[in-house]
């Protein structure tokens, strides 16, 4: 199975700005977008970006994606209690006849 | 409004099969692909493989292959996951998830399941 690579954990203060790292290679995120899911401990991940920077109807804007060669970062600015949560994210492999790379995930701690 | 919802937690003996639902109401159920993800304890997601209902299309991730097998009942919008040879490895929560787009399953899951536990003990 195909990985992507994300920090462990992650925090920020109230109305701060932090961003997660995912690193990938030339067979996922080098070539193919990524998406990033938020994951409220108990529930169902929820789709946060797609296509590496676009937002789905309803996500906040401050949430915002990059992606760089074989990186991706989620950025998340005035950060909020209700924003802790575990943030993952996944890639299409073109490798292996195709297989969906997925990161470890986030944890992200609003102090 | 799409609304993907999976049948109850289920409790298996190592050896045995478990069989997943996961009911879609909204628009287009047949022409969306549907993935199967599973959270095991540690957190990861792993996806297991998809289907697009409409197309009689499966593609299986190696991990799976030859152990899981998905179908669709397009005449109740069900999708179902079979998965045999159960071990306590396969102790986790499985999730199905539709595609963003429609005909594929390589662009992101913009709708979930609401999560199925499978547990495997002796």
């Known amino acids: 199975q195909s990985v992507l690579t994300q920090p462990p954990s992650a925090s920020g203060t109230p109305g701060q700005r932090v961003t997660i790292s995912c690193s990938g290679s030339s067979s996922n995120i080098g070539i193919n977008a990524v998406t990033w899911y938020q994951q409220v401990p108990g529930t169902a991940p929820k789709l946060l970006i797609y296509g590496s920077k676009q937002r789905p109807s309803g996500v906040p804007d401050r949430f915002s994606g990059s992606k760089s060669g074989t990186s991706a970062s989620l950025a998340i600015s005035g950060l909020q209690s209700e924003d802790e949560a575990f943030y993952f994210c996944a890639a299409w492999d073109n490798s292996l006849k195709g297989n969906w790379a997925i990161g470890g995930g986030t944890f992200l701690t609003v102090l | 409004q799409v609304h993907l919802v999976q049948s109850g937690a289920e409790v298996k003996k190592p050896g045995s099969s478990v069989r997943v639902s996961c009911k879609s109401s909204?628009?287009?159920?047949?022409?969306?692909?549907i993935s199967w993800v599973r959270q095991g304890p540690g957190q990861r997601l792993t996806w297991m493989g998809a289907?697009?209902?409409?197309?009689?299309?499966?593609r299986y991730a190696q991990n799976f292959q030859g152990r899981v097998t998905f179908t669709a009942d397009e005449s109740t919008s069900t999708v179902y996951m079979d998965l045999a040879s159960l071990t306590s490895d396969d102790t986790a929560v499985y999730y199905c998830?539709?595609?963003?787009?429609?005909?594929?399953?390589?662009?992101?899951?913009?709708?979930w399941g609401q999560g199925t536990l499978v547990a495997v003990s002796s």
């Open positions: 998830a539709r595609d963003l787009l429609a005909q594929t399953y390589v662009t992101g899951w913009s709708h």
């Open positions: 909204g628009d287009s159920f047949q022409k969306y692909g």
């Open positions: 289907i697009i209902p409409f197309f009689r299309t499966t």
